[in-house]
Structure formats: C-alpha cells, structure tokens
C-alpha cells in the first residue's frame, strides 16, 4: 500500500488549566509536510500544544488528528542515568541478540529479535559520527553524557525510526555551535511534518513558517524570520497608533469633563442670584430640575471618561512591552582603561582550560567554546562561587553573574523586597521603584510576590535584580541566556546590555544574540 501523507489536524483545540484559567482557545491547525517554527512568551502553551500533538494531554475542548508515526523530542528528557547509550538508541535488545548468538546460542528467537539488522552497530556508529559524536561507545552510561550529547543522541534514535512527524520543543538549547548546526542541519534534510518549538533565530530561519502563539491564540506568517519580524513590526505600529489614539481620547474626555464642571458651576452662581427674585416654590423647582440635568450631565462625561481610561488600558495591554527599555545607570559606568578584571592561567577544577584575560574600561567580552569544557565553571571562579586548581583572579570592581537558571530571586519575596530588603529608606525605595517601572514593573506588579509574576515579568525581576541593587555592578557576566528566554526577553536582554555603561562577558553559541550586542572581541575557549 502506498504510503500516506503525513500531516496534522486540529479543530476547535483549547486547553484550560486546574481552576478554569485557559492556556489557549479555539485553534485551528492544519500542517502538512513541511518546517514550521512555534515561538512565542514563555508560558504562552507552546509546550503543551506539542503534547497535546503527541497524545500526552487531553485538549479540554477539540480534537487532534494525526497521520503518521510521530516521533517526539521534548525540551526535558527523561533519561535512566545507568543504562547505556544502545538503550536509549533504542538498539540495545539487537545487539544483545548479535551478541549471543556470536557466543555461541542456538535460540531461534534471537533471529527474530534481529531481523535484518546484522549491521545495526556499524549504521548507528555511522550515524552517530555524523553528529559528532563518534567518540560515544555503544555501551557507555547515559548518565556520563554531556546535556548536548545527550539531545544528539535522542535525535539519533528518533531518526532511527523514521516518524512521519517530527515534534521538537527547543532542541537547540544548550548545544554549543557545532552541535546546534549538525541537529539544524538534520531538521533541515526532514522530509515530514516538522513542527518545532524555538527561539533561536537561526532555527526558525530555516523554516518554511513561523507561528506565534501569544493571549491564547495562534498566527502564522511567512518565513523567513525577516518577513516574520517585518510582519510583526506592521502590526506593533498600529497597536502604537490606537495607543497614542486611545491617550489623546484620554485627554479629550479629561478635559470636556474639567470644562463640563466648570460651565455647572457657572450654571449654579447665576442660577442662585435669579433664584432670590422668584418666589420660593418656584425657585425650589427650578433648582431641583438644574440638579437632575447637572447630575446626569457629570454622569455622562464620567461613564466616557472610565470608557476612555478601559480603552486605554486594552491599547497598552495589546501593544504589550509598550516600548524599548530606557535605564540610566550612571554608577555602572567604567571609565576607559580601567581595570576590570585580570585572570593569570585560571584553571577551573576538573577541566583543562588555562585562561589568560585582562579585561580594561567597558569592554564587551563574548566568551564561547564547546560545551563542557568549563565556561560556566570560569565565570564560578571569577566570582569567587569556586576556586580554581590553578592561576590567579583578580576582581577590581563589584560584579553580578546572571546564572543560567535565572534563580537570584526568591518567590515569596516582590521585587522590590528582593531587590532592596524589607525595610528600606525612602530614596533606595523611590530608585528601585522607578528602575521597575522603566524596566515594565509598575505600582503592583513590583509589590506582589515573584511567584505570582508571569514568565515574562519574572525576568524583568531578574534583570531588575542584576542592574538595580547596590552596589552598582561595573561587570555584568551573563551565562547562556538565550537557552530561557523567549524573542521578547531575548530583545529586552540586549536592549539592556547594549545601553549597559559598564563592562561585560557574555557565554553564549548564539550567533545572531552575539552580533546584535556587538562585542569588543570574542574569546573562544575551543
């Protein structure tokens, strides 16, 4: 029988969460063969669209359609740290029957187990080569594998299985470069539905769509990334225009009201001097009919005033960041040749690196390397966090390290507790106030607790956290950022370190990130 097309369907597809709160409503999805990219705010249901595909959730309303075996790489793999790597190629009951029968067995079942696969070994190895990773034995721990190698090596199985549909959530995370251009390489030669969760913008310009789902709902638009922004950009203007429409709405209403209230009171004056040359029932009566028209005149220009302000409000809301990020940090500031930072042949424990650096004035390092190799365990010994086996650290000015788990904050703490303490003076509290303000984190959002935030809030939090609190940094490390953030906290992040008065090393193997922040050089530790 030939072999059908294989594709995705969904209709009507929505999903609420314990409580009633809705992920996302009412999608439509119709894919066929073809790269489609999924982006969009963390939290927004990217991941649980993918498992709702897969048949791992159930939509609350709607149904999925799938035609064709699906092969599925999820952002975090569940792995059993003891077994070898045969077992999570999925060949490890083959190999075991080769090998018995190689020993000497006379089961027939064995040859059943094997089929036509006398060669699995040498295609897998072969396969693994072209991923780099000819140097993994068949039978070595799952457990001693790097993050990257293990997701190289999930793609290798499920490639084994030739699935009709490929669902991938962030598979480039954590993937040094080489690594990240062998797995978009592979996604690029798939020849099914290929749907893929990402931000890496080197990803999703290699594929035929991009989708953004974002308020529950989702959009598609034409690939590459280029014409995605470009069409985003469209719609950004004319959610700016009905914003600068709905302010001046604002203070149209604002002012016929002030005026409506002083035309009354003039009303009101002149009213009561006639008033004392009527007789009494009559002036009574007129007074009383001037209040009922004055009391719905004031609750007329009132209801269109609170009609304004809620129009207001759903003109920022749409529009969303409402603007670029605008944070004067005079006391971060590093005069030019400076000491910054000097590092004599650091070596970091249980690595092979001898790093050599003398970091002057508001330099912008990139620091970059295969993964493994200890980058993270650097940027440990130049904040003291860890000691290393050999060389020197000198750290000449007050420093903040943006870990890779972005876990400076404490849930049941505000922003502003975490930044400043619980009982601040009156100045620090107006500062931090107002850096969370210009960083999107107005009034309330900066006084309820972090774990009530949003994803994308709670990063604004945290970049609160590294910019705002005392002392200034003058050294701003940055650990593999773009791996937990979605294209909005990605452009806030460079924003900031663009605008950043200081200096800065940044880890990161993505190209695109690293170009739109400009560093003054890059030190590559391969």
């Known amino acids: 029988m030939p072999r059908l097309t294989p594709s995705i369907s969904a209709s009507n597809l929505s999903l609420s969460l314990p409580g009633g709160v809705s992920v996302f409503a009412r999608i439509d999805l119709a894919l066929g063969p073809g790269r489609h990219g999924l982006t969009g705010p963390n939290g927004g249901g990217k991941t649980s669209l993918l498992r709702l595909i897969a048949g791992q959730l159930k939509p609350t309303v709607g149904s999925v359609a799938v035609q064709g075996e699906i092969g599925y790489l999820p ?49 897998t190895t072969a396969r693994l080569a072209a991923l780099g990773l000819d140097h993994l034995a068949l039978n070595r721990p799952v457990g001693s594998l790097s993050g990257g190698e293990a997701i190289l090596v999930s793609w290798a199985a499920l490639m084994r ?51 953004e789902l974002r308020d529950g709902q989702l959009r598609w638009y034409e690939a590459p990334f280029a014409a995605f922004e470009a069409a985003k950009a469209v719609e950004v203007e004319a959610k700016e225009r009905a914003l600068t429409q709905a302010q001046a709405e604002l203070k149209r209403e604002q002012r016929d009201l002030a005026q409506a209230r002083t035309n009354q009171a003039r009303r009101d004056r002149v009213g009561r001097k006639a008033a004392g040359s009527l007789p009494k029932i009559v ?91 200890g980058k993270t365990s650097l940027l440990a010994c130049v904040m003291g966090a860890a000691h290393p086996e050999s060389g020197t650290v000198r750290l000449l000015v007050p420093a903040r ?71 200034l940094p003058q050294l701003i490390l940055a650990d593999e950022q773009t791996n937990n953030l979605d294209l909005d906290g990605v452009e806030l992040l460079t924003e900031a370190l663009v605008g950043y008065p200081g200096a800065f090393i940044v880890v990161s193997h993505d190209r695109q990130f690293l170009d739109s922040i400009k560093p003054d050089r890059t030190l590559d530790l391969g």
Do not use: C
């Open 75 to 123: 952002q975090r793999l569940v792995l059993e740290p003891a077994a070898p790597v045969s077992r999570l190629l999925g060949i490890e009951d083959k190999l075991t029957a080769i090998n018995a029968l190689e020993a000497g067995s006379a089961n027939p079942a064995l040859y059943d187990v094997i089929g036509d696969d006398w060669d699995i070994a040498e295609k």
């Open 161 to 211: 299985q030739r699935p009709g549909i490929l669902l991938a959530d962030e598979p480039t995370n954590n993937l040094d470069r080489t690594a990240r251009r062998r797995l978009m390489d592979g996604i690029g030669q798939f020849k099914g539905v290929a749907l893929v969760v990402t931000h890496d913008l080197d990803l999703l310009d290699r594929m035929d769509r991009i989708g």
């Open 283 to 373: 002036a009574h009566a007129r007074a009383g009919a001037a209040q009922v028209s004055a009391g719905k005149s004031k609750k007329l220009h009132e209801r269109r005033l609170e009609a304004s302000r809620d129009r207001l409000e759903a003109a920022r809301a749409e529009l969303g960041r409402g603007g670029k990020l605008k944070l004067e940090l005079p006391g971060a500031a590093v005069p030019p040749g400076r000491d910054v930072l000097e590092l004599d042949h650091v070596r970091p424990e249980h690595t092979r690196l001898d790093v050599s650096l003398h970091l002057r004035g508001p330099e912008r390092i990139a620091l970059t390397g295969p993964n493994g190799i």
């Open 401 to 471: 390290l943006l870990p890779q788990g972005l876990d400076l904050l404490r849930d049941e703490l505000s922003p502003l507790e975490n930044i400043v303490g619980p009982a601040p003076d009156q100045a620090e509290d107006n500062r931090v106030r107002a850096g969370l303000a210009r960083l999107g984190l107005a009034a309330a959002k900066a006084e309820r607790p972090v774990g009530s935030l949003s994803g994308g809030e709670r990063w604004r939090a945290t970049l609160a956290a590294l910019l705002l609190a005392r002392p």
